[in-house]
Each structure stands twice: as structure tokens, then as C-alpha cells.
């Protein structure tokens, strides 16, 4: 059998297969970030569709902390009962499903959350307008904190197999870790693990609450990919820094940039330009040979997810666009493999035409033109 479609264990949780689609923002909840019967029955598709682990799209874990009015939410108690709805519905497959949480920081919307929004160093933040960002003050870093173990406390109520904190694409816990937006010179700033230390008391702090057999993933940064920004070394000594510490996560998702071009590559249309992460994702693996890795970014090819898992020695390969193509896409190509005649598999060209439309529910523009279809089996 190929080993994209045998279990995995990952840490605790045991998976069916090697498929993850990472968090996407389906911008299917209401104005209040609950739970709808359209995100519901987005997830069912998902989960019958074969894929062994879902993210769920980034969820606010502070009412400051949003991005938009479609942003899901876990501040509260009175979401448990929504996200339970999905945790429930998903399982009936035997799919896993993990809550991204996160803050979104310096993007935060201000006209939605009528104040300025939280930074890490607001005079180094590039965001002007009527709500400029402002300097979080020690302790407004602890609520923050405080907030994400909480969310992730809900989050196990409401049935999630585990959480992940979103450490990545510019956000929030992104922000400290970069030189290029840290500029504190207090315990939160400076040297790589000061501004490793917020992340390092979010899971240091979760785990005292939750016990060491609840997951908890982090998404992070490979590269910033700006000037200024995280390199490779301070990733690689932000994991070194968190195993020191005793918050070593169960799973790493390598992501990388901070820019649109470079979180979300266009025309990733040959097997050369998929994996975009994958030089760097090989030095996290020699360097932590024992951590599970995701691996995320412009993985579109059978070939590709067989090399990324074989030979690369990653754990699971993550997908976004191609499930807004087909969230159907791992049953065919499972077919595919087991030589079953089946139609040919659609996969995602990178056009991003699904994340144009701000306040529409994402979907895939491309294939409304039948010109765009081409194999999943190949780029």
C-alpha cells in the first residue's frame, strides 16, 4: 500500500492516513464567529472525502484577537456547543480534527473590535490608519496567555482531538518570535528566547492544565522570507528553546513567510515548484529526528506527497487550496493507487481565486471553468 494511505501514530493520536488539510479560514461562521449548518456541512464533506486529519481554520481565542467578522471563535463557553457539532461530525469518519487558535495581533480588525489592536512593539509595526497598532503591556501579555489555555480547555470539551497554536504567517505568538516586529527590551524581547517565551508559557501553561496526553501541534515559520524577519537558525533554536524549557510540542506543521506571495505561492504548476518549505523542513528533521513534521506549502502531486513522506521522512504532508478544489481529492486518488478505474482527480492550479472575495465563503473559482481541470496525479 502506498504510504500516503497507512496510519500514522503522531504523538498521541493514531491517524489514518498521511493527509492532513491545514487551517483554512472557510469563512462559513456567522457575524459572531459560531458555528453554522453551512460550516457543518462543509466539514461532513470534508471528513467523508477520505482525509485522515482536519485544522480547523484560525480561531479567535480573544474577542481582540479577530480578523474579520468571519473569523471562528472559542473565547466563550457558549461556542462549545457549536464546536462540538463539528467535532461530532467529523469523528462519524474516523477523521481527526485538531482547532487552530490563535490572536491575530497587529491584524486585528480595529473597526471591528473598536479599539487598537494588540502588537508586540507598535512603533515598529508597518500598520497605519485609525487604528494603529499599540504595545502590549506585561499584563495584557499574560491575559493573552491566559486566554489561549483557556480556549484550549474548551476546545477539549468540545471534543477536538487536540490544538494547535498558530505561531506562524505574522500573527500574534508570530510577531514575538520575529526580530522584525519584536523590539521589547523586556523578559519578552531581545535574544531568540525571550521572544521564544510567549509561545513556550502558552504550551507550558496548557499542558499543566490539560496533563501531557491532550496534543498540542504548533503551525510555525520556517522563514520569515523578509528582511529583518525570523531566519532558519531561530526557528530550528526556537524548538531547541521550547524542548529545554519542557514545551516541546506534540507535532510541528513548518510553514513559512509573513507576505501573501509568500504564505500562498501562485502557479504551482510542476512538481520542481510544490513543496516550497521542503529545504528547510529537511533541517528540522536532521535536527529534531524525533519530533513528528508536517510539511505544508504548494504540495499539489501524488509523487511529490510520496516523496515528502518516504524519502523526506515527514510524518504528514498538509493541503489547503487542493481541498477547496476537491475535498473529495483523497478517495479518488486513493482509488487511483489501488488501480481502481475511476475519473481522473482534480487538483489546485494555485490561482488563488479562491481567497479573493473577502466576504464570501471560500471556494474554487478555477474549476468553474473546466479548462483549468488537470490530474491530481500530476502538476
Given at each position: 500500500?502506498?504510504?500516503?494511505?497507512?496510519?500514522?501514530?503522531?504523538?498521541?493520536?493514531?491517524?489514518k492516513n498521511r493527509l492532513m488539510?491545514?487551517?483554512?479560514?472557510?469563512?462559513?461562521?456567522?457575524?459572531?464567529?459560531?458555528?453554522?449548518?453551512?460550516?457543518?456541512?462543509?466539514?461532513?464533506?470534508?471528513?467523508?472525502?477520505?482525509?485522515?486529519?482536519?485544522?480547523?481554520?484560525?480561531?479567535?481565542?480573544?474577542?481582540?484577537?479577530?480578523?474579520?467578522?468571519?473569523?471562528?471563535?472559542?473565547?466563550?463557553?457558549?461556542?462549545?456547543?457549536?464546536?462540538?457539532?463539528?467535532?461530532?461530525?467529523?469523528?462519524?469518519?474516523?477523521?481527526?480534527?485538531?482547532?487552530?487558535?490563535?490572536?491575530?495581533?497587529?491584524?486585528?480588525?480595529?473597526?471591528?473590535?473598536?479599539?487598537?489592536?494588540?502588537?508586540?512593539?507598535?512603533?515598529?509595526?508597518?500598520?497605519?490608519?485609525?487604528?494603529?497598532?499599540?504595545?502590549?503591556?506585561?499584563?495584557?501579555?499574560?491575559?493573552?496567555?491566559?486566554?489561549?489555555?483557556?480556549?484550549?480547555?474548551?476546545?477539549?470539551?468540545?471534543?477536538?482531538?487536540?490544538?494547535?497554536?498558530?505561531?506562524?504567517?505574522?500573527?500574534?505568538?508570530?510577531?514575538?518570535?520575529?526580530?522584525?516586529?519584536?523590539?521589547?527590551?523586556?523578559?519578552?524581547?531581545?535574544?531568540?528566547?525571550?521572544?521564544?517565551?510567549?509561545?513556550?508559557?502558552?504550551?507550558?501553561?496548557?499542558?499543566?492544565?490539560?496533563?501531557?496526553?491532550?496534543?498540542?501541534?504548533?503551525?510555525?515559520?520556517?522563514?520569515?522570507?523578509?528582511?529583518?524577519?525570523?531566519?532558519?537558525?531561530?526557528?530550528?533554536?526556537?524548538?531547541?528553546?521550547?524542548?529545554?524549557?519542557?514545551?516541546?510540542?506534540?507535532?510541528?506543521?513548518?510553514?513559512?513567510?509573513?507576505?501573501?506571495?509568500?504564505?500562498?505561492?501562485?502557479?504551482?504548476?510542476?512538481?520542481?515548484?510544490e513543496a516550497y518549505f521542503l529545504?528547510?523542513?529537511?533541517?528540522?528533521?536532521?535536527?529534531?529526528?524525533?519530533?513528528?513534521?508536517?510539511?505544508?506549502?504548494?504540495?499539489?502531486?501524488?509523487?511529490?506527497?510520496?516523496?515528502?513522506?518516504?524519502?523526506?521522512?515527514?510524518?504528514?504532508?498538509?493541503?489547503?487550496?487542493?481541498?477547496?478544489?476537491?475535498?473529495?481529492?483523497?478517495?479518488?486518488?486513493?482509488?487511483?493507487?489501488?488501480?481502481?478505474?475511476?475519473?481522473?482527480?482534480?487538483?489546485?492550479?494555485?490561482?488563488?481565486?479562491?481567497?479573493?472575495?473577502?466576504?464570501?465563503?471560500?471556494?474554487?473559482?478555477?474549476?468553474?471553468?473546466?479548462?483549468?481541470?488537470?490530474?491530481?496525479?500530476?502538476?
Amino acid at each position: 500500500m502506498s504510504d500516503i494511505f497507512t496510519p500514522k501514530r503522531i504523538g498521541q493520536l493514531e491517524v489514518k492516513n498521511r493527509l492532513m488539510r491545514s487551517a483554512t479560514a472557510e469563512r462559513l461562521v456567522d457575524k459572531d464567529g459560531v458555528v453554522t449548518d453551512d460550516l457543518l456541512a462543509y466539514y461532513k464533506t470534508l471528513a467523508k472525502g477520505g482525509v485522515g486529519t482536519i485544522v480547523t481554520g484560525y480561531t479567535a481565542v480573544d474577542p481582540q484577537g479577530r480578523s474579520g467578522w468571519q473569523m471562528m471563535a472559542i473565547y466563550s463557553d457558549n461556542y462549545i456547543k457549536g464546536l462540538q457539532g463539528l467535532t461530532n461530525i467529523v469523528h462519524q469518519y474516523d477523521t481527526k480534527i485538531i482547532v487552530q487558535l490563535n490572536h491575530c495581533g497587529r491584524y486585528s480588525a480595529g473597526a471591528l473590535i473598536g479599539t487598537n489592536p494588540l502588537a508586540v512593539s507598535a512603533s515598529h509595526e508597518e500598520i497605519k490608519g485609525e487604528f494603529p497598532p499599540r504595545e502590549a503591556t506585561e499584563s495584557q501579555i499574560k491575559d493573552v496567555i491566559r486566554a489561549f489555555v483557556v480556549s484550549a480547555e474548551r476546545a477539549r470539551e468540545a471534543g477536538f482531538d487536540g490544538v494547535q497554536i498558530h505561531a506562524a504567517h505574522g500573527y500574534l505568538v508570530s510577531q514575538f518570535l520575529s526580530p522584525r516586529t519584536n523590539k521589547r527590551t523586556d523578559q519578552w524581547g531581545g535574544g531568540i528566547e525571550n521572544r521564544s517565551r510567549f509561545l513556550m508559557e502558552i504550551i507550558k501553561q496548557t499542558r499543566q492544565k490539560l496533563g501531557a496526553d491532550f496534543p498540542i501541534w504548533i503551525k510555525t515559520n520556517c522563514e520569515d522570507f523578509i528582511d529583518g524577519g525570523l531566519t532558519l537558525s531561530d526557528s530550528i533554536n526556537v524548538i531547541k528553546y521550547l524542548i529545554e524549557n519542557k514545551a516541546e510540542p506534540d507535532a510541528i506543521e513548518i510553514s513559512g513567510g509573513v507576505t501573501f506571495d509568500t504564505v500562498i505561492r501562485k502557479d504551482v504548476l510542476s512538481p520542481e515548484k510544490e513543496a516550497y518549505f521542503l529545504p528547510q523542513a529537511e533541517t528540522f528533521r536532521r535536527t529534531y529526528p524525533n519530533i513528528p513534521l508536517i510539511l505544508v506549502g504548494g504540495i499539489r502531486s501524488y509523487e511529490i506527497m510520496e516523496k515528502v513522506v518516504g524519502e523526506k521522512k515527514m510524518d504528514l504532508v498538509a493541503m489547503s487550496r487542493p481541498f477547496i478544489r476537491d475535498p473529495n481529492f483523497p478517495l479518488s486518488l486513493q482509488k487511483t493507487c489501488r488501480g481502481v478505474r475511476t475519473d481522473a482527480p482534480t487538483t489546485c492550479i494555485s490561482c488563488n481565486l479562491c481567497l479573493g472575495m473577502k466576504k464570501e465563503p471560500v471556494r474554487c473559482r478555477a474549476s468553474e471553468n473546466p479548462i483549468t481541470k488537470i490530474s491530481a496525479t500530476r502538476s
